[in-house]
């Protein structure tokens, strides 16, 4: 699989109930006892946490798919995004690749980074991110059981608010054309000549506190020699249990696919990682 990391900055707040909090310098991503939260299940017609389903499993019970909301379940880990530089308020992480469950489609993740600073303040209002595909994306759904909310809306954000949003989107161009071509490099970065092919995929604008705005487009290059980046992995595999649990998605999901990705996660960084390999053992045992 190949794709290519877009990395831009941009301006946003922040989320509650996420499994991790701001990452020390020796912890980067979720603290695993979040997952061994041993509280009871509360009963309502609200979408459960990550958590929760942890605790359906554990008590051998399938939790209700009517509660089952997968933008939540990938929202609820923390994907340590770069820090918005200098004054910027928001940073914004994007990658393009394979579908891990349909390699005739593209998989698009896109991760905003509310600035860390000030913490527990209010950094903007009215915040307004809106996605237009390309007219080359011949269709697209948010994986959230085929949704295709592309329009968002945040009343006010706080420092360290992160969003990420994963999109399975169908595209004209051929994404294997130029997968065996050698890439262009200098001092590090991928260059694309005149044989490379670059595909739009979408233009992501933000605007907030009544006025600001910016805006960015998102490319994918025929060519790359890159492998999927660790948040990509987490992040698509949250996303294939939701879709597994929920189990009328679009898409039957393989759970190998799932244990291949959580597999490549150092379990250094990723200390859940044993928790979410025995989370998958269970639905299997239950589906």
Known sequence: MKFYIFTLLIIIGCTSNRISQVPSKNQSLPQKQALNNTEKIEHSSKNISFSDIKKYLDNNELPPQDRINISKMVSDFYYDYLTPAGENLFSVHTEVIECP???????????????????????AKNLHIDLAFASDVISHRLVNDGDNLSSFHEKEVKSNYTKTLLYEIEHSGDFTEYRNESALIIDGVFVPNASHREYNILNLSMSYNNG?????????????????????KLSSAIAMMGMLLKQNSLQKINTKIIIDNLMTLPEEKYHFKKELLQMVDKMNSLL
Request: glycine letters at 10%; zero cysteines.
């Open 101 to 123: 469950w349909n390699n005739k489609n593209w998989l698009v993740l896109i991760g905003i980074q509310g600035t860390r600073k000030n913490q527990g303040n209010i950094i």
């Open 212 to 232: 600001k705005k910016m805006n960015l487009a998102v490319k994918k290059h025929g060519k790359t020699n890159q492998d999927p980046s660790q948040r990509f």
